[in-house]
T-cell receptor
Framework: DAGVTQSPTHLIKTRGQQVTLRCSPKSGHDTVSWYQQALGQGPQFIFQYYEEEERQRGNFPDRFSGHQFPNYSSELNVNALLLGDSALYLC???????????FGSGTRLTVV | RKEVEQDPGPFNVPEGATVAFNCTYSNSASQSFFWYRQDCRKEPKLLMSVYSSGNEDGRFTAQLNRASQYISLLIRDSKLSDSATYLCAVKGATGTASKLTFGTGTRLQVTL
């Protein structure tokens, strides 16, 4: 039973570039949430997708966008990268938002 | 005021000690509560859910005080392997409109 898988594991981008991160939820899960975790901080909620729609959004600018596909996998896109976007990006899945979430191992993004 | 607040620590304790972490939340409508464990540069992993009546899992005990809006985690007989960051997480509602909000985490270092 595969857990949550994220790709890539590490990424280095230049300021101003765009990046796409990918997530496949745990088998049986249909809801995907994305989090940003800066060093020394707790994960910050970016948004949540269910039934291919963004259901809830945290306090992140429109440069952050996402998508959920019919197979429940999801992408996080970040445009016009800033140095401050450097962080660990975590994907978490759940079944319809119930109970605790299962996290992927994350994508470590470095913006230079 | 932050939605979820934790003492960032670090808590440095000797092996065998008992240590307690507290976490406060601001939204009185919060429905579900969790403790996650996060090892350095890894993803958060669900340690335990927190129920109104309190619950125990081996050396770990979680308590919820809805009136005072705080949750706690007690670790008895600390092991070296307990060294990690412990994240408190709160969910507003069940179902697809929910989001999981994290505290900044409390770092625990267990020493010989």
């Amino acid at each position: 039973d595969a857990g949550v898988t994220q790709s890539p594991t590490h990424l280095i981008k230049t300021r101003g570039q765009q990046v796409t991160l990918r997530c496949s939820p745990k088998s049986g899960h249909d809801t995907v949430s994305w989090y940003q975790q800066a060093l020394g901080q707790g994960p910050q909620f970016i948004f949540q997708y269910y039934e291919e729609e963004e259901r809830q959004r945290g306090n992140f600018p429109d440069r952050f966008s996402g998508h959920q596909f019919p197979n429940y996998s999801s992408e996080l896109n970040v445009n016009a990268l800033l140095l401050g976007d450097s962080a660990l990006y975590l994907c978490a899945s759940s079944f319809q938002g119930y109970y605790g979430y299962t996290f992927g191992s994350g994508t470590r993004l470095t913006v230079v | 005021r932050k939605e979820v607040e934790q003492d960032p620590g670090p808590f440095n304790v000797p092996e065998g000690a008992t240590v307690a972490f507290n976490c406060t939340y601001s939204n009185s409508a919060s429905q579900s509560f969790f403790w996650y464990r996060q090892d350095c540069r890894k993803e958060p992993k669900l340690l335990m859910s927190v129920y109104s009546s309190g619950n125990e899992d081996g050396r770990f005990t979680a308590q919820l005080n809805r009136a005072s809006q705080y949750i706690s985690l007690l670790i008895r007989d600390s092991k070296l392997s307990d060294s990690a960051t412990y994240l408190c997480a709160v969910k507003g509602a069940t179902g697809t409109a929910s989001k999981l909000t994290f505290g900044t985490g409390t770092r625990l270092q267990v020493t010989l």
